[in-house]
């Protein structure tokens, strides 16, 4: 099963998360299988950059509670990306939460059409959105940051894009992204890997500070009783205990 497609075309390779089932949940195995894509694409001087998007109603509903990747391997996916020497553009048409919110913000251009929307649902399951802070708080808006993290609400396209989640919410999504992908193809390999290493330096250092740090808290809060309610709430699709 192929959970993540490869598409090339004039420079760019689409790279499509291709788990409907599970609302292509952060699984490890979907998390390897965009590793393993995203290293090809690094390595490959066809490639100028690439789109990540998805199959569904789901860009990604986080971390797959039955199956999950080791925060470890989230972290290095997330860092890959930041890392990667060609630009990564991210094209949501959907819902994206928690986790999923990690690899928007890993992305440099982030175009959602208006019909997505997004949640950080950590604190809803009794966890916070730790890993995931390290792409994130560098771009979002303090004060969105709170109120989205803090209450785990839903909210749209528009908001996004004016909390600095995305690059821009788009009535056509493609339309949107057109311009974008024709700049990528004029620019040049070594005029994007410099520009991105100068963009993506204050990410990084979210990453080299705080990783080991983050991933043991996370890893700390999903074993207590409290998160352990929460994701059984969640399963069941019922309230948790705390809920007033």
């Known amino acids: 099963m192929t959970l993540v497609a490869t598409a090339h075309e004039r420079g760019i390779t689409t790279l499509t998360l291709d788990s409907p089932a599970n609302r292509n949940a952060l699984s490890a195995r979907l998390v390897g299988a965009l590793g393993d894509a995203l290293a090809t694409c690094g390595k490959d001087p066809s490639v100028r950059a690439v789109l990540l998007t998805h199959t569904g109603t789901t860009f990604s509903a986080g971390a797959d509670l039955r199956e999950p990747a080791s925060p470890y391997t989230f972290v290095a996916l997330m860092r890959q990306i930041v890392e990667l020497p060609k630009p990564v553009v991210a094209r949501v048409s959907g819902h994206v939460r928690a986790g999923g919110l990690g690899l928007l913000g890993a992305c440099d251009i982030a175009i959602a059409g208006r019909s997505s929307d997004f949640a950080f649902t950590e604190v809803r399951i009794g966890v916070a959105p730790a890993v995931i802070s390290m792409p994130l ?35 056509d999504v493609d339309a949107a992204i057109a311009p974008v992908l024709d700049g990528l193809r004029r620019a040049s390999p070594q005029g994007l890997a410099e520009s991105k290493k100068l963009l ?14 983050l991933v043991q808290r996370s890893a700390s809060l999903f074993v207590t009783a409290e998160a352990r309610e929460g994701i059984t709430a969640f399963m069941e699709r019922r309230d948790a205990s705390w809920v007033r």
């Open 200 to 213: 993506t330096a204050g990410v990084l250092d979210a990453f080299d500070r705080h990783a080991e740090e």
């Open 137 to 171: 708080l560098p771009r979002v808006e303090p004060r969105a940051a709170a109120r989205y993290c803090l209450t785990g609400e839903r909210f749209g396209a528009d908001r996004a894009a004016a909390a600095g989640l995305i690059t821009e919410a788009a009535d």
